[in-house]
């Protein structure tokens, strides 16, 4: 007959079966969501743009709630500012969708003035939530191009976050961001790099798209941008005193956790295709000689 477990013997399993729970948790959740989320991708158009209409309202509450001193009027002028540019966006007016937008912002910011609340929080929020909805729905215009440029950005992102993770756990090395994000370290910004990097030379190549090497330094330049985008979140969570944005997804936390990076790279892949100057915005982050 085996021995009873002792009292301090027994809480490491306690731990041992949270983190179990947890993990099948996440599992589940992914499972269920991922699904919905990649196959309204897939489809794009207003199936797309419902799928990002509730992600602006999500995202818009969390994102009020790590910022200091923003009224529920303003978390309703947010969200519906949000939703008005993912309207304009997906009729074909993105550039509208903007114009709309910064007066929703400069409204919002003399609102903040005339109450003496922080100019700091519209400022943040209004160009961080709307910006990357409108660039989500720009890059993914057209049917061929557009999404195989929403997978891409999708898979480079991933990419970058779980090579990030291997490399910062395999050779760890200095920080690098230690008083934003403790656990970000600059072998695994290039670990994430490189994930990137070989995620836009297999689409590339896939989908013969011109130079594997091109893309692959656009994709490494964008897994730069997302690991930006997960510190600046992790900054405003630490800011807030919370460790999640939100409880929306089970076992994951909120919405902002999980799309920290994307939000930037969407931004960033806009930009790209914005400067590059070819002939529609997926092809314009997608092709290079």
């Given amino acids: 007959m085996t021995d009873a477990p002792s009292p301090a013997e027994a809480p490491p399993a306690k731990a041992s079966g949270v983190k179990s729970a947890e993990l099948r948790t996440r599992i589940i959740s992914a499972l269920v969501l991922a699904p919905v989320a990649l196959g309204l991708t897939w489809l794009g158009g207003w199936p797309f743009a419902a799928l990002l209409a509730v992600a602006a309202v999500l995202m818009a509450w969390e994102l009020a709630a790590l910022l200091p001193d923003i009224s529920m009027t303003m978390r309703i002028m947010l969200a519906g500012f949000a939703l008005i540019a993912i309207g304009l966006t997906a009729i074909g007016g993105p550039f509208v969708a903007l114009l709309v937008s910064l007066a929703g912002l400069t409204f919002a910011i003399t609102i903040s003035i005339l109450t003496s609340a922080p100019v700091s929080?519209?400022?943040?929020?209004?160009?961080?939530?709307?910006?990357?909805?409108?660039?989500?729905?720009?890059?993914r215009e057209?049917?061929?191009?557009?999404?195989?440029?929403l997978f891409?950005?999708?898979?480079?992102?991933?990419?970058?976050?779980?090579?990030?993770?291997?490399?910062?756990?395999?050779?760890?090395?200095?920080?690098?961001?230690?008083?934003?994000?403790?656990?970000?370290?600059?072998?695994?910004?290039?670990?994430g790099m490189a994930g990137a990097a070989l995620v836009g030379a297999i689409t590339a190549i896939w989908f013969s798209l011109g130079s594997a090497l091109g893309l692959a330094f656009v994709s490494a330049v964008i897994a730069v941008v997302a690991q930006a985008g997960d510190i600046f979140e992790s900054a405003l969570k630490r800011r807030a005193g919370v460790k999640d944005s939100g409880k929306v997804i089970p076992g994951h936390g909120g919405i902002l956790d999980r799309v920290d990076g994307l939000?930037?790279?969407?931004?960033?892949?806009?930009?790209?295709?914005?400067?590059?100057?070819?002939?529609?915005?997926?092809?314009?982050?997608?092709?290079?000689?």
């Fill in 121 to 139: 929080s519209p400022a943040i929020a209004f160009p961080y939530l709307i910006l990357p909805l409108v660039s989500l729905l720009w890059l």
């Fill in 142 to 149: 057209g049917d061929d191009y557009g999404r195989i440029a």
């Fill in 152 to 191: 891409w950005l999708l898979f480079t992102v991933w990419a970058t976050d779980t090579f990030a993770y291997f490399a910062g756990r395999g050779f760890g090395g200095p920080k690098l961001a230690p008083r934003l994000s403790p656990n970000k370290t600059w072998a695994g910004l290039i670990g």
């Fill in 263 to 289: 939000v930037t790279a969407a931004v960033g892949a806009a930009i790209i295709s914005t400067l590059h100057g070819v002939t529609g915005p997926a092809t314009g982050v997608l092709l290079w000689p």
